[in-house]
DNA sequence: ATAATGACATACA
DNA sequence: ATGTATGCCATTA
């Protein structure tokens, strides 16, 4: 597979979030150890779409709670309507009580 | 191996 | 608060 072990880290870590719930490429990128390469999760999510299994790329927004990514999304409606049907209110491309959705992996999977 | 790109983040004006 | 500029690190050409 294109998949490498970071973008693979990538995708398990996207799949582990609960519905309802979004994350940040950042957050993410801290998880994985690169804290500084929150770019290369936008980058590894690119290529989501031709992960398998898919990942769930509409639970993950940039630190504004912004959908940025919603344009890459097979059509752009896509992302806010999911995000809609997990209980996510999405106004103006942006995520309302971002910081209540708000799920850290390097927090809710480090519970122990 | 080097240069350019990227669904971000942070700093500065 | 908004806009521009630079940094980060992996992928692709």
């Known amino acids: 597979m294109a ?4 973008f693979e880290r990538v995708y398990e870590v996207v799949r582990l979030i609960p519905p309802g719930r979004v994350t940040s490429y950042g957050a993410i990128a801290s998880y994985l150890g690169t804290k500084g390469s929150s ?3 936008g980058y590894a999510m690119g290529a989501a779409g031709s992960a398998t299994p898919p990942v769930p790329a509409h639970r993950v927004v940039n630190r504004q709670g ?3 990514g919603k344009f890459h999304f ?3 409606q896509l992302m806010e309507e999911m995000l809609a049907s997990e209980g996510i209110e999405v106004e103006d491309n942006k995520i309302k009580n ?3 959705k708000f799920w ?3 927090v809710e999977l480090s519970i122990d």
């Open 3 to 6: 998949e490498d072990n970071f």
């Open 39 to 41: 770019r290369i999760v």
């Open 66 to 68: 912004l959908l940025t």
């Open 74 to 76: 097979p059509t752009f």
């Open 98 to 100: 971002f910081k209540e």
């Open 104 to 106: 850290d992996p390097a």
